[in-house]
């Protein structure tokens, strides 16, 4: 028998940013397509249309395309099982719900709003956990279906027919809950006369899954307590199961809970991408968030997790959110890129953040981002921290407040002399070379009879006006003779005053 490649999607509802967790969902549904040379398929669930907006799916897009996950499904991209929004496959619900009706797996109901609070405050009182009562369960299908006609409004809820249920989940083992806790669910709301009904999640998430052809649904843990009820329907739709792998929930950094949207960074395109995360990094971050590679090894390409990666090494335990790591990881990331490709990705930042950048014409922009990228390389963690950290280099002066220019111990007089004996030596070195400049105002140091950080922080501080940046003698040589000797002479006047 040939086994068919495999078909997965990702079905996020776009009623927000996008998300950690969905972007986490999107690389293992990616990566399990990509590895067994199946389909990846984007499909929005939009039917919550009080919630659901454009800028959201425009966020997902983005996101997706900034961190490498092409769907080869999707609104966009089409596909031969197109549309992939569910508010214009609406017919295909209705005629799901059509379906079950016929087939006895659902019915009218006619409850008001006011007879289901009722219902459930005598539950309540009687303190058995509310479930609805089946109480329409009972109306002749015929009866039902002239009470539709005439307008009445009413809901299709699908029959629970109770007692245990399990299926085995590829991540989370076996899966077993009773039934007989849930009433008969809702799958079709009524909307105005004239529209068509909404489905509600079950219904519309198995109808897709079901016409799209996919075989494996990979998703959130989140998720867990509807798929026995989606099982149900399927069944009940004649249908086959796709085999199910729910991911291990990301814990917020202090282990206590899930990613708050308020506490924690949780928006791919805002708290990662515009803060200057490397796309790299956060594919190989969020491959971890989850899923165990052999052995002790941490990075991992995209290449190489589409090789590595199996649902088999997905850990059942919550995953927690490191953002240390995700820093070290984007560190590492900046590193391994060449000077010219990390100057072209500070470029969008330095032109967002500076003035002064954003001022400069394109050819100067290229050359001063050439040079930042050469400078902070070593140091960056974020892209979104060179336009501080390399402060010094984009803007043409610098005013240093007097304290920063003293060094350990020091005077104003003192940083005053030091500053002055290094401005006098630099001023007559014409060779600017980093080991040269060094050896020079060693040698300064030397001849004041001082430890060489007396003359090196003075002169760092003076050039830069920033308590961190790199070595004095990496800045002295960005900046060039005169724009360094100038610094040197304000820091002198300053500390004067
Ligand atoms: N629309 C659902 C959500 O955003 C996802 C459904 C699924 O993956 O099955 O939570």
């Keep these: 028998m040939i086994t068919p490649s495999p078909r997965v999607r990702i079905a996020p509802s776009p009623t927000g940013t996008f998300h950690l967790g969905t972007a986490r969902t999107a690389l293992f549904n990616e990566l399990f397509a990509r590895h067994l040379g199946g389909q990846f398929v984007l499909r929005f669930e939009d039917t919550d249309q009080e919630r659901s907006t454009l800028e959201s799916e425009q966020d997902i897009v983005d996101g997706l395309a900034w961190l490498g996950l092409i769907a080869d499904e999707s609104p966009t991209a089409g596909g031969s099982y197109a549309p992939y929004r569910q508010m214009e496959r609406l017919d295909d619900y209705r005629q799901a719900a059509e379906r079950l009706i016929a087939s006895g797996h659902a019915y009218y109901c006619f409850c008001t709003a006011e007879e289901l609070a009722a219902e459930r405050q005598a539950q309540e009182a009687a303190h058995i956990s509310p479930k609805y009562s089946g109480r329409c369960r009972s109306i002749p299908p ?42 008969d669910f809702v799958i079709l709301r009524s909307v105005e006369a004239g529209e068509p009904p909404l489905p509600l999640y079950n219904l519309a998430n198995v ?83 989850g899923w165990a590679p052999e052995g002790e090894r941490e990075y991992f390409s995209h290449t190489e997790l589409v090789e590595a990666f199996t649902l088999e090494r997905v850990n059942k335990a919550n995953a927690v959110f490191n953002p240390a790591k995700l820093e070290h ?104 070379s980093e080991p040269n400049l060094e050896a020079l105002l060693r040698n300064v140091a030397a001849a004041q009879a001082v430890g060489a950080g007396a003359v090196l922080w003075p002169v760092r501080a003076a050039l830069t006006a920033q308590a961190a940046s790199p070595g004095v003698f990496t800045v002295l040589s960005a900046l060039g003779k005169e724009p360094s000797l100038a610094r040197l002479k304000n820091a002198i006047d300053i500390l004067a005053e």
């Design 142 to 183: 015929t009866e039902a279906a002239e009470r539709k006609s005439a307008g009445e409004p009413a809901v299709v809820r699908f029959k629970v027919t109770g007692g245990s249920r399990s299926f085995t989940d590829l991540v989370m083992g076996t899966v077993a809950e009773d039934t007989d806790l849930y009433g």
């Design 329 to 432: 990881m984007n560190g590492h990331y900046i590193r391994t890129l060449s000077v010219e490709a990390l100057s072209e990705r500070l470029q969008p930042f330095l032109r967002r953040d500076s003035q002064t950048f954003a001022a400069l014409p394109p050819v100067e922009q290229r050359a001063l981002a050439q040079q930042l990228a050469e400078v902070l390389q070593d140091r960056l963690i974020r892209l979104d921290e060179a336009v501080g950290l390399g402060a010094w280099l984009i803007e043409a002066e610098v005013q240093p407040p007097a304290n920063l220019l003293l060094g350990k111990k020091q005077t104003a007089s003192e940083a005053g002399l030091m500053l002055q004996a290094a401005h006098a030596a630099l001023a007559e070195e014409a060779d600017w």
């Design 207 to 289: 109808v897709d899954d079901q016409a799209m052809a996919i075989t494996h649904v990979i998703r959130g843990a989140d998720l867990l307590p509807s798929t026995i009820k989606q099982i149900m329907l399927i069944e009940a739709l004649g249908g086959t199961p796709p085999a199910y792998a729910h991911l291990p929930v990301i814990l917020s950094p202090s282990g206590k809970g899930k990613m708050s949207k308020r506490r924690d960074p949780v928006s791919i395109t805002r708290d990662f991408r515009d803060r200057g995360y490397l796309p790299e990094a956060m594919i190989n971050f969020m491959a971890l968030l």
